[in-house]
């Protein structure tokens, strides 16, 4: 939107600077102090540039009393954002209502960011067509709304992985079995996917993944988990606080007891069920799904996202660049980690897994498929989930 400068009346001629309200152009106009050197304080809209004359009292000008100062171009962004993956992206996503959050497993750059629907920005800037706004603003499917990074839903079964490493770091065997027969009694019983077929029988932590078999995760997780232990995993991610991401990003739930106390719940075998399988009161954005893709892809270390690449100056110089930066790692050993990536390897690549029909393509895949229901005031929906890593031509991704 068109800038207000504080000394703008002073001026005989007034240009209107375009800055940023929110997103990248508010955050990185100005950097705060200590980031160095003083061409990093020009900002995206750089500095203007003026000069002092006298006129007469026809607005002739007698004399220069300050001569022109030139305008300094300002800084520059280099977003860590692929373009050609985000052409992708947005035309698999088209016609969808979801979200798709692409990153670069060595760095955890952002190489693409959808949110469907999504919108016409040339409608809006420079010129702002009203209409247009009316159109989107009233529509059902929440077009301005950014699922990726604001979209906060239950993650179903994507977040097992997550479970069955904190299972294992407790102390249980990557030999246990657990036969399931369809079904979990607590309190009520939480089926399994399998309950029409009378469950999936003998399964170990490498099949429960496969098949994403609720009775597993419920059984071992009644014997070895607590409330704190979902709190810990979550939070190694940063749900349930702020991530410290270039753009906002919703922060989540985690079953923390601050968040207990707060909303006066109290943790229990039906709460630690449903979290064992990624619903009651877990609650993730797409962004942090990504990142627990590529924390496994990555032998358990955490990285921050980050979607600014390097800051340049009007010339192109580089005047700051942005690198990864660890903020965590996955409970669970080396061993654990293994066990883990082969359950979410043949999860695509076996004849009988749940995500099977991701399986055939460049790159091999290791995923794990999700859904949740969820009761909203329009009635019960289901959100869908997949989350994945693989590398190609020495490059790894997670998605």
């Known amino acids: 939107m068109p800038g ?49 004359v006298q006129v007469d009292n026809r607005g002739s000008v007698n004399r220069v009393l300050v001569d022109e100062v030139a305008p300094a171009d300002g800084n520059s962004l280099v977003l860590t954002l692929d373009f050609r993956a985000q052409l992708v992206a947005e035309k698999l996503m088209r016609d969808q209502v979801g979200a798709m959050v692409v990153l670069d497993v060595d760095t955890g750059g952002i190489l693409a960011c959808v949110s469907a629907p999504g919108y016409d920005l040339s409608a809006l800037a420079p010129e702002f067509d009203n209409g247009y706004f009316r159109r989107i603003n009233s529509d059902k499917r929440l077009p301005m709304y950014n699922r990726a990074l604001s979209g906060i839903y239950t993650p179903g079964s994507i977040f097992k ?19 399931c027969d369809g079904g979990t009694r607590v309190g009520k019983i939480i089926r399994c996917a399998s309950w029409r077929s009378g469950g999936h029988g003998l399964v170990t932590p490498v099949t429960a993944l496969r098949y994403s078999c609720n009775d597993f995760m419920i059984e071992e997780t009644l014997k070895y988990l607590k409330a704190n232990d979902f709190d810990d995993i979550l939070s190694r991610f940063k749900v349930g606080e702020s991530l410290g991401f270039d753009l906002a990003v919703s922060r989540g739930v985690r079953p923390s007891e601050e968040y207990l106390t707060r909303n006066k719940r109290c943790w229990s075998d039906f709460e630690a ?34 979607l600014v690449e390097a800051l340049v100056d009007g010339e192109g110089n580089e005047l700051k660049r942005f690198k990864a930066e660890k903020i965590g790692e996955l409970p669970g050993r080396k061993e654990d980690l293994a066990l883990v990536r082969r359950g979410m390897y043949e999860v695509v690549n076996s004849n009988d897994g749940s995500g099977r029909l991701a399986a055939g393509g460049r790159i091999t895949l290791y995923g794990k498929t999700g859904s949740a229901q969820v009761d909203t005031p329009a009635g019960r929906i289901e959100n869908s989930w997949f989350i994945c890593f693989g590398e190609y031509r020495n490059r790894r991704y997670a998605l």
Do not use: C
Not at 23 to 49: C, H, I, K, M, N
Not at 161 to 179: A, R
Not at 277 to 284: A, D, E, K, P
């Open 161 to 179: 992985p997550m479970v069955m490493l904190k299972l294992l770091e407790k102390g249980m065997s990557g030999n246990q079995t657990v036969d």
């Open 4 to 52: 207000q400068a504080s000394d703008r009346r002073e001026y005989s001629y007034y240009i209107s600077d375009i800055i940023g309200k929110s997103g990248l152009e508010s955050r990185y106009d100005f950097l705060p102090p200590g980031v160095g050197q003083d061409t990093l304080w020009r900002g995206l809209r750089g500095a203007p540039g003026f000069s002092l």
């Open 273 to 306: 069920a449903h979290a064992s399988i990624g619903q009651g009161l877990v609650v993730i954005t797409p962004l942090h799904a990504a990142m627990f893709a590529a924390s496994i892809a990555r032998d358990g270390e955490i990285l921050r996202p980050f």
